[in-house]
């Protein structure tokens, strides 16, 4: 038995013949949902990184649209960084895609599944060959897809995706807006303070807090929250013990000190998991909270 999902196809169990190769539908759990919404097929995509890499992705049109539309874009960034995007149901895209977004998602280096020499390029280098990569992408649409407003981009992204957006905002003002989730500001007060360890840090970012801290902070987002121009909403759970809840506190505490646009929801009791097996109504919250954000500034 076998747990099997598509782009547009919300996980259900099959019973799958190894041998023959061939899959039986054993529940039809969203049967009903699916017979009454329309969902955005992805279109996989191929491109070079600036460096010549070839990188993959996926854009998604908005629901129902229409040829010769124009239509904003949200870049979707992913965690680990050591995971990676493929094709299965994502509700977070769908979401955005039926509020009439365009939406791209990528493995940049770092991600899973093309090998290891791929994982290991971001290891001592966040914020360096992996911001060229999510930007290449953007490039790349913009300039291939002519449905696409590009003065009208934002970004978001959970983890090592949200310390990407939160990397972004500070290196670039091309974004209209952010959200951040569950994300890291600053790998000095993160480090020993993780259920993942100070080892983390060391194995990633490639300095310690004693022998080299000043690695440690020209890889911290807060270290460039002046140059922050783009409207920010900052979302964490306050039971997050992977990526503690202080660093977000950091970040909105910076960005207000210093008069920019931000906005923080704490969710009481939610954890790194909440966008994944969290409270249903706080999942249901984050949803509405970042397709608002994006409705308002993008």
């Known amino acids: 038995m076998l747990g099997i999902t598509t782009p547009t196809k919300p996980n259900e169990l099959y019973y799958h013949d190894f041998k023959t190769g061939e899959s039986h539908l054993l529940t039809a759990v969203h049967e009903e949902l699916l017979n009454r919404v329309q969902l955005s097929e992805p279109e996989i995509l191929s491109f070079q990184a600036k460096d010549g890499r070839e990188l993959q992705g996926w854009l998604m049109k908005p629901v129902g649209y229409k040829d010769g539309e124009k239509v904003p874009l949200i870049l979707e960034i992913h965690g680990g960084p050591h995971m990676m995007y493929a094709n299965t149901y994502v509700h977070e895209f769908q979401t955005l895609a039926e509020k009439g977004f365009a939406v791209l998602y990528i493995n940049p280096r770092g991600s899973h599944g093309y090998g ?43 983890s090592y995706g949200g310390f990407m957006t939160n990397w972004i905002v500070g290196h670039t003002n091309r974004f209209k807006a952010a959200v951040t989730q569950r994300s890291i500001s600053n790998w000095v007060s993160f480090y020993g303070v993780s259920d993942i360890e100070y080892y983390f840090t060391e194995w990633e970012v490639g300095g310690d807090l004693m022998s080299d801290p000043e690695k440690l ?56 998991d909440l966008s994944r097996n969290g409270n249903p109504k706080q999942r249901i919250k984050r949803l509405d909270a970042i397709a608002e954000w994006f409705v308002k500034h993008v």
Request: charged share 30%; net charge negative; hydrophobic share 35%.
């Open 217 to 272: 902070w020209h890889h911290s987002p807060l270290k460039y929250v002046k140059n922050v121009e783009t409207p920010l909403l900052i979302l964490h759970g306050e039971k997050d013990y992977r990526c503690p809840i202080e660093q977000a506190e950091q970040l909105y505490t910076a960005l207000k000190r210093l008069k920019k646009e931000v906005a923080f929801i704490r969710y009481p009791k939610a954890d790194h």
């Open 116 to 158: 290891q020499q791929f994982v290991d390029l971001v290891r001592g280098h966040y914020g360096e060959g992996d911001f060229d990569d999510v930007m290449s992408a953007v490039d790349y649409i913009c300039e291939n897809y002519s449905f696409i407003d590009v003065e009208r981009i934002g970004v978001t992204g959970g």
